[in-house]
């Protein structure tokens, strides 16, 4: 599929997705919106995605909201819509997704860029990464997710003061507070998180898809999830990747997951 506002490369079962709108600090606009929803149905369908990371195109931006550009024209049931659309065919859908989605921050990651990191399943971001939700600044607030995500992953403390003052915080600080787990310099940033989503696609892809599942239950406010865990492990059991797994440690050597 070729794309316009996307660049996308598949290498060793890693899917590259790049937001292509550098000279607009990759902002999210409706066809950014929309093709991102398209390129997450191939990596849902296509088997030999087995892992996703998505980042910004050139130095400057992961990406710097959501295009402010659309704003003017909006009123109330039109920007639910926006935040509705966003959620259910991008945010939603890469939280949910059941390959490993990881977040390569490689500049500012503000309002819709700091939510579209936050979706991911977590973040890996470049020394001059900066993270923020400025929409206080619009007399807005957070539309794809950030209320609840930044709340889940920061603490309700830290979110409101981020939410409240829209306020940037560098990467050293994001990753103090447990908004980014690893801080590599620029230049490493893409090889150093190839290699922790290979670390994560050599696992049995079925145990990986169970965790986030598990994890995204953890924080949907519902109860019963020591419940799905147990149910959860023992359907596990009856997969030829566990079999393989409990016979490969036993035989030392290293197993040959499928995904069955
Ligand atoms: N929506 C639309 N366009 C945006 C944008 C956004 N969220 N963020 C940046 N851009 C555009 C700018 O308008 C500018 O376009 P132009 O060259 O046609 O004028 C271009 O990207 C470069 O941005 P610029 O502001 O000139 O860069 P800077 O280095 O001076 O500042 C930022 C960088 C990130 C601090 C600044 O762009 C900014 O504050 N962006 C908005 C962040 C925001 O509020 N996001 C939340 C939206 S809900």
């Known amino acids: 599929m070729n794309y316009t506002t996307l660049h996308t490369e598949l290498e060793n079962g890693i899917f590259l ?8 600090l990759n902002a999210l606009n409706r066809t950014v919106i929309a093709e991102l929803a398209h390129a997450l149905d191939e990596v849902a369908v296509n088997p030999e995605i087995r892992g996703v990371i998505l980042t910004g ?13 659309e704003f003017l024209s909006l009123d109330g049931a039109g920007g639910s819509q926006l935040a509705a659309r966003g959620q259910a065919l991008v945010f939603d859908k890469i939280e949910q997704s059941s390959k490993p989605v990881l977040a390569a921050v490689n500049g500012f990651a503000l309002g819709g860029g700091c939510e579209l990191a936050m979706a991911c399943h977590f973040r890996v971001a470049a020394a001059h990464a900066k993270f923020g939700q400025p929409e206080v600044n619009l007399g807005l607030i957070p539309g794809y997710g950030g209320t609840q995500r930044l709340t889940w992953l920061v603490g309700k403390g830290r979110a409101l003061e981020l939410m409240m003052t829209g306020q940037m915080v560098d990467a050293a600080e994001a990753h103090r507070i447990g908004l980014v787990n690893h801080v590599f310099s620029t230049e490493e ?3 150093r998180t190839k290699e922790i989503l290979q670390v994560i696609i050599s696992k049995a892809p079925l145990a990986v898809a ?7 239950y953890a924080t949907s406010g519902q109860a019963g999830g020591l419940s799905r865990e147990i149910s959860a492990f023992g359907k596990l059991f009856d997969t030829a990747d566990a079999k393989e797994g409990a016979a490969a440690f036993l035989e030392k050597r290293k197993p040959q997951f499928t995904g069955h």
């Not at 997705?17 to 607009?24: C, E, G, Q, S, Y």
């Not at 195109?57 to 550009?69: C, L, Q, W, Y």
């Not at 169970?210 to 995204?216: A, H, K, W, Y």
């Open 17 to 24: 997705l790049t937001i292509n709108r550098p000279d607009k």
């Open 57 to 69: 195109s050139g130095n400057k931006a992961f990406v710097a909201g959501a295009d402010i550009t």
């Open 189 to 191: 940033l893409l090889t």
């Open 210 to 216: 169970e965790v986030i599942q598990l994890s995204n």
